[in-house]
C-alpha cells in the first residue's frame, strides 16, 4: 500500500521560508505526475503546484515567483520551496498524485504570523 509522508512544516513570521518534503512508498513513483495541496481553515483543498514525470512544473497564480516544486526520483521524495511566506499561506499542505489519487497522509500545517 502507497504510503505519504509530509514533513517540514512549522510557524513561520512573514516574509519567512519553509521547505516541505513529501516521501512516497511502495509504489512506482517516477513516472506519476505529483503535486502540492493545502487546505485552509474553512476552505476547500486546492492544488498550489504540480510536477510531471520529467520535472516539468506548474503553479497557481498566488505562489508563482514564491514557491518552487521539485523531486528526487531515486528518493521517492517531492519537494515545496516555499519562500516570501504570507499569512495567507497558512494551511495544512499535502503531497499526492496530480490524477488517480492516493490516499492523503496527514499533511504538515504551515502557520504564517507575526
Known amino acids: 500500500q502507497v504510503q505519504l509522508v509530509e514533513s517540514g512544516g512549522g510557524r513561520v513570521q512573514p516574509g519567512g521560508s519553509l521547505r516541505l518534503s513529501c516521501a512516497a512508498s511502495?509504489?512506482?513513483?517516477?513516472?506519476?505526475?505529483m503535486a502540492w495541496y493545502r487546505q485552509a481553515p474553512g476552505k476547500q483543498r486546492e492544488l498550489v503546484a504540480d510536477i510531471t514525470f520529467n520535472s516539468n512544473t506548474n503553479y497557481v497564480d498566488s505562489v508563482k515567483g514564491r514557491f518552487t516544486i521539485s523531486r528526487d526520483n531515486a528518493k521517492k521524495t517531492v519537494y515545496l520551496q516555499m519562500n516570501s511566506l504570507k499569512p495567507e499561506d497558512t494551511a495544512v499542505y499535502y503531497c499526492n498524485r496530480k490524477r488517480d489519487l492516493l490516499s492523503w497522509g496527514q499533511g504538515t500545517q504551515v502557520t504564517v504570523s507575526s
Open positions: 511502495g509504489s512506482i513513483f517516477s513516472i506519476y505526475d
